[in-house]
């Protein structure tokens, strides 16, 4: 079982700066692939970026290749998620999820993480 509990949303203007954590408990670090996911209201979840460990492929969606940096510290057990240059349409709830280290799965679907944090709000003020 992973546990993973997310940190760092708030309220920003456009234009300015976010850190997202994402701390995982449970089984070690470097076993699942991880990823960062948004929702906003009215529209379906989506990938913002991911992490594989099989061969440390980095993805990033195209709406946050750019200005998103995703990064882990595996002594720590904790995701981040940097967002710079932040725009109102980034405003969603930001999920941190996990899934089993695989390097056949689609970093970009759902589908491919067993487990979910509950959220982080972020609010982009124009």
């Known amino acids: 079982q992973v546990r993973l509990v997310e940190s760092g949303g708030g309220v920003v203007r456009a234009g300015g700066s976010l850190r997202l954590s994402c701390e995982a408990s449970g089984p070690p670090f470097s076993t699942y692939d991880m990823g960062w996911f948004r929702q906003a209201p009215g529209k379906e979840r989506e990938v913002v970026a991911a992490?594989?460990?099989?061969?440390?492929?980095?993805y990033t969606g195209d709406s946050a290749r750019g200005r998103f940096t995703i990064s882990r510290d595996s002594a720590k057990n904790t995701l981040y998620l940097q967002m710079d240059r932040l725009k109102p349409e980034d405003t969603a709830v930001y999920y941190c999820?996990?899934?089993?280290?695989?390097?056949?799965?689609?970093?970009?679907?759902?589908?491919?993480?067993?487990?979910w944090g509950q959220g982080t709000q972020v609010t982009v003020s124009s």
């Open positions: 992490f594989r460990w099989i061969d440390h492929y980095t």
């Open positions: 999820a996990a899934g089993p280290a695989s390097e056949n799965v689609d970093l970009r679907q759902s589908a491919a993480y067993k487990y």
